[in-house]
């Protein structure tokens, strides 16, 4: 089960580090970041391999850094220079375990957290 965290409401210019655990079990080998804005469909924010390979998202390509310790079964998103294009609820999810290819496709992703709200005022 995956759980995201550190959302809030911020201002533009700021910076933000959200967390996504999974409680319990080894994180499995792709795991990633979409967002969803009231309105709108789910949007890709960035993948991460288990040897941290990572893909981003156009709209924050140079502004967010995927990352993931595995000992501690935590995944992370830094998000710098916050926009008040960037709120949303944002998503962790999780390719299968088995899978090794990272995708930019929600559907691709099976298990899925919460979502932890960020707003960016303006």
């Known amino acids: 089960q995956l759980q995201a965290s550190g959302g809030g409401l911020v201002q533009s210019g700021d910076s933000l580090r959200l967390s996504c655990t999974s409680s319990g079990r080894t994180l499995p080998n792709v795991m990633g970041w979409f967002r969803q804005a009231p309105g709108k469909e789910r949007e890709f924010v960035a993948a991460?391999?288990?040897?941290?390979?990572?893909i981003y998202g156009d709209s924050v390509k140079g502004r967010a850094t995927i990352s993931r310790d595995n000992a501690k079964n935590t995944m992370y998103l830094q998000m710098n220079s916050l926009k008040p294009d960037d709120t949303g609820i944002y998503f962790c999810?999780?390719?299968?375990?088995?899978?090794?290819?990272?995708?930019?496709?929600?559907?691709?992703?099976?298990?899925w957290g919460q979502g932890t709200l960020v707003t960016v005022s303006s």
């Open positions: 999810a999780a390719r299968g375990t088995a899978v090794t290819v990272m995708a930019s496709t929600a559907r691709a992703y099976i298990y």
């Open positions: 991460i391999s288990w040897s941290s390979s990572t």
